[in-house]
């Protein structure tokens, strides 16, 4: 089946430096990816639309210089969380339509996730 | 997409059938019902998803309504493994269309 991998799976960091999660379809291309988050508790709510060649489409109210994302191929997608604060601890999700036995690219693939802790 | 609802929580007991009710009143033609779940501090899993007619795969079933205003996700023996919170999301099945995801149905699976 489909799989979204997602690197790292947990990071700890210092307030004001910068983290970079990655996403990678492993065997199926996404030209569109989708980057949720998660605070304890309750449910995913979408960042950002990642498109493979062009800019990111931002949900309203997340901050696209804060939340920095590069759709650089048609299996990676990166999220880097800039100048973090502890308000910025959550759990990061990516997600990939298609691939896998599904009917075609009708379902979404979830990647593990990550949990960001920012001291 | 269409606006689901669904419980907030149930209980089952192992090795019983699990039945979750989803409610999708405002459902249009084009829209699919999907279900996935999520276990603590992991990502959603897929679980099944249908158009109009019942559909059965190797981890459960899933009965819509004639009318497609509501529908059952069946897990027919669960598990203590089964115990997370399932989502059940009405869409279009576009290509690069995101999933908006509601609160969920916590279901805790007792021995």
């Known amino acids: 089946g489909a799989v979204v991998s997602q690197h790292p799976s947990w990071v700890i960091c210092k307030s004001g430096t910068s983290v970079k999660i990655e996403c990678r379809s492993l065997?199926?291309?996404?030209?569109?990816m989708f980057w949720y988050r998660q605070f304890p508790k309750q449910s995913l709510m979408l960042m950002a639309t990642?498109?493979?060649?062009?800019?990111?489409?931002?949900e309203q109210g997340v901050e696209k210089d804060k939340f920095l994302i590069n759709h650089a191929s048609l299996t990676l997608s990166t999220l880097t969380v800039t100048s973090a604060h502890p308000e910025d601890s959550s759990f990061y999700i990516c997600s990939a339509p298609g691939g896998g036995a599904y009917s075609g690219a009708n379902v979404l693939t979830f990647g593990a996730g990550s949990r960001l802790t920012v001291l | 997409d269409a606006k689901t609802t669904q419980p907030p929580s149930m209980d089952c007991a192992e090795g019983r059938a699990a039945n979750l009710p989803c409610n999708h009143s405002?459902?249009?033609?084009?829209?699919?019902v999907y279900w996935y779940r999520q276990i603590h501090s992991q990502g959603p899993q897929y679980i099944i998803h249908g158009l109009k007619n019942n559909e059965t795969n190797e981890m459960a079933s899933l009965i819509i309504t004639e009318d497609r205003k509501s529908s059952t996700l069946i897990l027919p023996h669960a598990t203590l493994r089964d115990t997370a919170v399932y989502y059940c999301i009405a869409r279009s099945g576009n290509y690069g269309q995101n999933f908006v995801f509601g609160p969920g149905t916590r279901l805790s699976v007792l021995p």
């Open positions: 990642s498109n493979e060649g062009s800019k990111a489409t931002y």
């Open positions: 405002t459902i249009s033609g084009n829209e699919y």
């Open positions: 065997d199926f291309q996404a030209t569109t």
